[in-house]
């Protein structure tokens, strides 16, 4: 019966939502969590692997006919289906996953357009477009050599598109989740946690830092995201880490 819902829900013609596909995945991977947590790692790595099934018929069959307007509407999907492929043990899909979640997060389909055909849609107040992005790039191990979109200065309100790095792209981020807090923006205090700790990871890539400092700031990331009301969307970014840099986050 499970098998043949699913069927359903993705075949060509079918009337289902994107937002139904978006939280059937997130159901799969919420319950691998719950598994995970709960010590059930098979049952775990199962419904991981489904919430990646699904996404992945998803993805694939609208990519096509996908518009840079519509992409940024797909980063939570992609990225949840890339989170699931890698605590599943997918790494290559995982990486799949990643790399359309960067390229969704900055406005683009393919990753050959020029730019970005609407920057506004992508520099969301609430920084998780700017940050799902850096996130992707650092998972994919890309800390420099691309275009971003890039403020200016601190008191800039329009970005430029222009070539820069990792650092650039936290800059940007951070400047977006500034404008969140002045806009009232208080239920993504976590994406502004977990900065500190990307920061500390690029060092330890760049070679700029110690393996030891990038360890405290995963724990102190853990600890300070335990009481937040979005802590299964954000934990499994901890177990994510651990898996893909277990040199630095596990020795």
Same mark, same amino acid.
């Not at 719950?34 to 419904?47: I, R, S």
């Not at 289906?81 to 979640?101: D, I, M, N």
């Not at 970005?159 to 806009?183: K, M, P, S």
């Given at each position: 019966m499970?098998?043949? $819902? ?6 060509? !013609? $079918? ?6 596909? =978006? ?47 519509? *992409?940024?509407?797909?980063?939570w999907l ?25 390229r969704? $997060? ?5 990753? &050959? ?19 799902? +992005? ?7 191990? +890309? ?23 990792? &650092? !650039? ?5 951070? &400047?977006?989740?500034?404008t969140?807090?002045? =806009?009232?923006?208080? $239920? ?19 070679g700029?830092? *110690? ?21 299964? &969307? ?18």
């Amino acid at each position: 019966m499970k098998q043949q $819902s699913l069927a359903n829900l993705t075949k060509p !013609g $079918s009337s289902d939502t994107h937002t139904r596909t =978006e939280g059937l995945v997130e159901c799969w991977f919420s319950l691998g969590l719950y598994n995970h947590w709960q010590g059930e790692e098979e049952v775990a790595q199962a419904n991981w692997a489904q919430a990646v099934s699904l996404a992945q018929i998803r993805v694939e069959r609208d990519l096509p006919t996908l518009t840079s307007k519509d *992409a940024p509407s797909y980063v939570w999907l992609a990225r949840t289906a890339a989170l699931a492929a890698a605590l599943s043990g997918q790494e290559p899909l995982a990486r799949t996953f990643f790399s359309y979640t960067e390229r969704f $997060s900055t406005g683009l389909v393919t990753g &050959h357009e020029e730019r970005p055909a609407d920057p506004g849609a992508v520099l969301d107040s609430m920084g998780l477009h700017p940050l799902s +992005r850096v996130y992707s790039l650092i998972r994919l191990g +890309r800390l420099s050599g691309f275009h971003g979109l890039i403020f200016p200065d601190a008191s800039s309100d329009e970005a430029v598109w222009v070539q820069t790095n990792i &650092h !650039g792209l936290i800059a940007t981020a951070e &400047h977006c989740l500034a404008t969140g807090r002045r =806009e009232g923006y208080k $239920s993504f205090a976590s994406e502004s946690r977990l900065i500190p700790l990307l920061r500390a990871l690029v060092a330890v890539l760049e070679g700029r830092g *110690a393996a030891e400092e990038a360890r405290k700031a995963l724990v102190t990331y853990e600890r300070s995201i335990r009481d937040m009301s979005d802590f299964r &969307h954000i934990y499994p970014v901890v177990l994510d880490l651990k898996v893909a840099f277990p040199v630095v986050f596990t020795a």
